[in-house]
C-alpha cells in the first residue's frame, strides 16, 4: 500500500530491450569499468559504426537543491555522460522530457512571473551537467530533447543558448514526437500528451482568466501541492474534503466521468495532507495565463448547487474539455476521458497508448516506441513482435523499482533493430534489467 501511495504522488509530480521481432531484450555489448570517472572508458566496448541510439528521461534538475528530485544522482549523469562520450558507436543521445523542473515546488516558493529567467536559474543551478552535454555534442553524438510536462512552458531559446546546437523537437505547444533509426521505425516522446493530469490544457480555464495561455494542466496544482506535503516532512492532517454522496449511472458518460475523476483525487487528497488549509490562497499563479490566488478546494471537484459533479473554479467540467485538448495536442488516436483518468493510476495504461497510437496504427510505421513520464522502467513486447520501451528516471528515489536507479535505453540500429533497458550503477558498470523490470 506505501508503493501505491507514492506511486500517487510520483504520478501528480509527474504530477511528486531486445531484438526485434524475437521473444525477449537482449544485452548490449560487454560492459567497461573504468577505475575513475576521470578515465572516462567507454559504457562498453564500442563498435566501429555509430549505430546506437541512447535515451534517458525525467532528470528533474531543480532550480535550488532543496527543491529538487536529483540531486544524489548528479554526479553519477555526469560519470555517464563523460562515459558515453568514449562511446563511438552511440548516434544520438535523446532526453526524452522533464529535463527541467518546474513542478516540483512547494507551495511556499516566492512568487515569480518571468519563467524565462526560471529556467535559465535552473540551468545556473546545473551548470555542469549542462557542460558535459554540450561537450557530448562535440564527442560528435547527436544531442536531441523531447520536451516533457515539468518543463512544458519551456522556450526552445533558452535551451538553445544553453546548449546551441541540441535539436529539439515540437509537433504542438509543450509537446514533441521524435522519429529516428535508419527507417523512421523509432518514435521517442514524453508520453505527457495522454495523461489527463500533465497533457497542456489551453482550454479548461480560458473563459476564467481571458486568455488561452493557460497551458498548465491540473497536474502542475498537485505536483506543487504534494511537493509541499514531501518537503513538509509527510505530515498526517485531517482534512474536511466536500464529498460526493450521489454516484450517476455509467450510461451518464458525462457525470460519470466527472465522478470518476473526483473519486481518484479524492483519495489522493486523503493520503496527500500538508499543513496548509484547503480554503488557504496557497497558489499565487503569476504564470502562463494566470494572474490570481487559489485555493485547493478551488479545483477539487464536488457536488455543484444543480446537482452536477464539477470543480467549482480552476478545471471545471474538465471531462468536458478533453476532447477539445486531444485535438489541440495532435493526438493521433483519441482515448475517452474515462480511460485516460482511470489509466492516471495504471502504468499499462501507457503500454496501451503505445499500441494504438503506434504499433497497431495503419498510418504508422513503428516498430519500438519510447515513453518517459511513468518513472516506471518498462520493457514490453506486441504479438506482432513490436515493442513498447519506458525509460524510467534518475531521480534519487525511485520508489517503483528502488533497485533499478538511473535507467536508460539502447537501441542498434540495424537490419533488426536490438533494444535494452539498463541501469547504471555507482561503479559506473551498467547492470541488464530489460528482462527483470516487470517481473
Same mark, same amino acid.
Given at each position: 500500500?506505501?508503493k501505491?501511495?507514492?506511486?500517487?504522488?510520483?504520478?501528480? *509530480?509527474?504530477? !511528486?530491450?531486445?531484438?526485434? !521481432?524475437?521473444?525477449?531484450?537482449?544485452?548490449? %555489448?560487454?560492459?567497461?569499468?573504468?577505475?575513475?570517472?576521470?578515465?572516462?572508458e567507454?559504457?562498453?566496448?564500442?563498435? *566501429?559504426?555509430?549505430?546506437?541510439?541512447?535515451?534517458i528521461?525525467?532528470?528533474?534538475?531543480?532550480?535550488?537543491?532543496?527543491?529538487?528530485?536529483?540531486?544524489?544522482?548528479?554526479?553519477?549523469?555526469?560519470?555517464?555522460?563523460?562515459?558515453?562520450?568514449?562511446?563511438?558507436?552511440?548516434?544520438?543521445?535523446v532526453?526524452?522530457?522533464?529535463?527541467?523542473?518546474?513542478?516540483?515546488?512547494?507551495?511556499?516558493?516566492?512568487?515569480?512571473?518571468?519563467?524565462?529567467?526560471?529556467?535559465?536559474?535552473?540551468i545556473?543551478?546545473?551548470?555542469?551537467?549542462?557542460?558535459?552535454?554540450n561537450?557530448?555534442?562535440?564527442?560528435?553524438?547527436?544531442?536531441?530533447?523531447?520536451?516533457?510536462?515539468?518543463?512544458?512552458?519551456?522556450?526552445?531559446?533558452?535551451?538553445?543558448?544553453?546548449i546551441?546546437?541540441i535539436?529539439?523537437?515540437?509537433?504542438?505547444?509543450?509537446l514533441?514526437?521524435y522519429?529516428?533509426?535508419?527507417k523512421n521505425?523509432?518514435?521517442?516522446?514524453?508520453?505527457h500528451?495522454?495523461?489527463?493530469?500533465?497533457?497542456?490544457?489551453?482550454?479548461?480555464?480560458?473563459?476564467?482568466?481571458?486568455?488561452?495561455?493557460?497551458?498548465?494542466p491540473?497536474?502542475?496544482?498537485?505536483?506543487?501541492y504534494? %511537493?509541499?506535503?514531501?518537503?513538509?516532512?509527510?505530515?498526517?492532517v485531517?482534512?474536511?474534503?466536500?464529498?460526493?454522496t450521489?454516484?450517476?449511472?455509467?450510461?451518464?458518460?458525462?457525470?460519470?466521468?466527472?465522478?470518476i475523476y473526483?473519486?481518484l483525487?479524492k483519495?489522493i487528497?486523503?493520503?496527500?495532507?500538508?499543513?496548509?488549509?484547503?480554503?488557504?490562497?496557497?497558489?499565487?499563479?503569476?504564470?502562463?495565463?494566470?494572474?490570481?490566488?487559489?485555493?485547493?478546494?478551488?479545483?477539487?471537484? %464536488?457536488?455543484?448547487?444543480?446537482?452536477?459533479? *464539477?470543480?467549482?473554479?480552476?478545471?471545471?467540467?474538465?471531462?468536458?474539455?478533453?476532447?477539445?485538448?486531444?485535438?489541440?495536442?495532435?493526438?493521433?488516436v483519441?482515448?475517452?476521458?474515462?480511460?485516460?483518468?482511470?489509466?492516471?493510476?495504471?502504468?499499462?495504461?501507457?503500454?496501451t497508448q %503505445?499500441?494504438?497510437?503506434?504499433?497497431?496504427?495503419?498510418?504508422?510505421?513503428?516498430?519500438?516506441?519510447?515513453?518517459?513520464?511513468?518513472?516506471v522502467?518498462t520493457?514490453?513486447?506486441?504479438?506482432?513482435?513490436s515493442?513498447?520501451?519506458?525509460?524510467?528516471?534518475?531521480?534519487?528515489?525511485?520508489?517503483?523499482?528502488p533497485?533499478?536507479p538511473?535507467?536508460?535505453?539502447?537501441?542498434?540500429?540495424?537490419?533488426?533493430?536490438?533494444?535494452?533497458?539498463?541501469?547504471?550503477?555507482?561503479?559506473?558498470?551498467?547492470?541488464?534489467?530489460?528482462?527483470?523490470?516487470?517481473?
Amino acid at each position: 500500500m506505501k508503493k501505491k501511495i507514492l506511486s500517487l504522488v510520483l504520478m501528480l *509530480s509527474m504530477i !511528486l530491450s531486445l531484438t526485434l !521481432l524475437t521473444a525477449g531484450c537482449s544485452a548490449p %555489448a560487454t560492459t567497461a569499468k573504468a577505475d575513475t570517472p576521470k578515465a572516462a572508458e567507454a559504457l562498453w566496448n564500442a563498435g *566501429s559504426t555509430r549505430d546506437k541510439i541512447v535515451v534517458i528521461s525525467d532528470i528533474h534538475l531543480g532550480i535550488d537543491d532543496r527543491y529538487t528530485e536529483t540531486l544524489h544522482n548528479i554526479p553519477f549523469l555526469i560519470d555517464f555522460l563523460k562515459r558515453l562520450q568514449s562511446t563511438k558507436d552511440v548516434r544520438e543521445l535523446v532526453i526524452a522530457g522533464d529535463f527541467l523542473d518546474e513542478w516540483f515546488l512547494p507551495v511556499y516558493y516566492p512568487v515569480y512571473t518571468d519563467q524565462k529567467k526560471f529556467y535559465k536559474d535552473v540551468i545556473a543551478n546545473n551548470q555542469d551537467v549542462i557542460d558535459e552535454l554540450n561537450k557530448v555534442i562535440d564527442s560528435g553524438i547527436k544531442l536531441v530533447y523531447v520536451i516533457g510536462n515539468h518543463d512544458i512552458t519551456l522556450e526552445a531559446e533558452v535551451l538553445q543558448q544553453a546548449i546551441p546546437k541540441i535539436v529539439q523537437i515540437s509537433d504542438a505547444k509543450g509537446l514533441g514526437t521524435y522519429y529516428t533509426g535508419d527507417k523512421n521505425e523509432i518514435v521517442i516522446e514524453h508520453g505527457h500528451r495522454y495523461d489527463i493530469f500533465s497533457a497542456p490544457d489551453t482550454v479548461s480555464n480560458a473563459e476564467l482568466c481571458g486568455n488561452d495561455d493557460t497551458i498548465l494542466p491540473a497536474g502542475y496544482f498537485y505536483a506543487r501541492y504534494a %511537493a509541499t506535503w514531501v518537503l513538509e516532512g509527510r505530515p498526517v492532517v485531517e482534512k474536511n474534503l466536500p464529498v460526493v454522496t450521489n454516484v450517476p449511472d455509467k450510461t451518464n458518460v458525462d457525470q460519470y466521468g466527472a465522478y470518476i475523476y473526483y473519486a481518484l483525487l479524492k483519495d489522493i487528497s486523503k493520503r496527500m495532507t500538508p499543513k496548509e488549509a484547503l480554503d488557504e490562497k496557497i497558489f499565487n499563479m503569476r504564470i502562463s495565463g494566470f494572474n490570481d490566488s487559489y485555493t485547493y478546494l478551488d479545483f477539487y471537484p %464536488a457536488q455543484q448547487k444543480d446537482g452536477t459533479i *464539477s470543480a467549482p473554479v480552476l478545471f471545471k467540467n474538465i471531462q468536458r474539455t478533453w476532447d477539445e485538448r486531444q485535438k489541440i495536442n495532435n493526438v493521433k488516436v483519441k482515448s475517452t476521458f474515462i480511460e485516460a483518468v482511470s489509466g492516471a493510476i495504471n502504468w499499462n495504461y501507457y503500454f496501451t497508448q %503505445a499500441k494504438v497510437q503506434y504499433l497497431e496504427n495503419p498510418n504508422e510505421k513503428v516498430e519500438i516506441v519510447v515513453f518517459g513520464h511513468t518513472h516506471v522502467p518498462t520493457c514490453k513486447q506486441t504479438e506482432s513482435g513490436s515493442y513498447y520501451i519506458n525509460s524510467g528516471t534518475w531521480i534519487d528515489h525511485n520508489v517503483d523499482y528502488p533497485d533499478a536507479p538511473r535507467t536508460f535505453v539502447v537501441i542498434t540500429t540495424g537490419e533488426k533493430d536490438i533494444v535494452t533497458l539498463n541501469s547504471f550503477m555507482e561503479d559506473g558498470t551498467i547492470k541488464d534489467i530489460s528482462n527483470i523490470v516487470n517481473k
